[in-house]
């Protein structure tokens, strides 16, 4: 009984853990090194006034993300032109093929634009028309933790318990976050590979929509001949819903992309056989070819001999004995006779 107690006791003080533990989203395990950070790329369209909306990046730890080379807010016409909406067309029609390929060296080896740019081309019409709505594209360095990149009504205020967004001098009804994404991507930018998100277009209903996005990064390594990066891939799950209090459908208005990081890590390398080797493989399956040819025509010879040369019909006859002068008998006879006439 003693021995338990003690094999209990020191169990106990195995466990015990007087020192508080970092929880595992804030943990990266490395070399060297105590920090990590990832490069998040966007590129946006919203039909909302440039003055009337604010754009930023809140993460696990309520670190808010500012840079000075981050983002950027320029005035755009939200209907695309002729040639802009046949290259969007185009990126759907990818993006509806590779929804049903699910095998990745597809999705980054083939989904590569082959007679066309993988940016949005530049409008070709010099239209009169005021801009209308607000575009927001750059990159932000955001760490390594589960994240949440807003788009809302009201620039971004930060104080030492989060955020704001100041909105109070906007009028609701003009709230309109119709959106289109030209690009949206985690991690070094590799030229050809289309996202899933890129050409994403949602039309709002309602003045008081909010539009979510649940982003699942993967980080991957590529390594083929032609390039090597360390880049991210990542799933994502759409949801909208109309914000009314009345009802019980709280929140805000705005785009809400929610990331988080995967523990796993996907490796993805190109590999080719090398000539020898191909050589050889080559030399093994000609030799196997006329081995195997070879023998089937010694089999067929074999058979077409018996059939046709020492079985035809009338060739044998009654063996008759022919007796010698020692006493022997010869039964062999030759298997035809000389017909007399």
Known sequence: MR???????LSLVKELDAFPKVPESYVETSASGGTGEYQFKSELLQEVHLL?????????AETMVASADGLVYEPAIFDLSPQQREWQRMLQLFQSRLQEEHSLQDVVFKSVFKSASTALPPREDDSSQPPDACRIRGHLYVNKVAGNFHITVGKAIPHPRGHAHLAALVNHDSYNFSHRIDHLSFGELVPGIINPLDGTEKIALDHNQMFQYFITIVPTKLQTYKISADTHQFAVTERERVINHAAGSHGVSGIFMKYDLSSLMVTVTE?????WQFFVRLCGIVGGIFSTTGMLHGIGKFIVEIIYCRFRLGAYKPVNSVPFEDGHTDNHVPLLENNTH
Do not use: Q, S, W
Request: hydrophobic residues 40%.
């Open 271 to 275: 590999e080719h056989m090398p000539f």
């Open 52 to 60: 009337n909306v604010g754009a930023d990046v809140l993460d696990l």
């Open 3 to 9: 021995r338990l107690n003690r094999r209990k006791t």
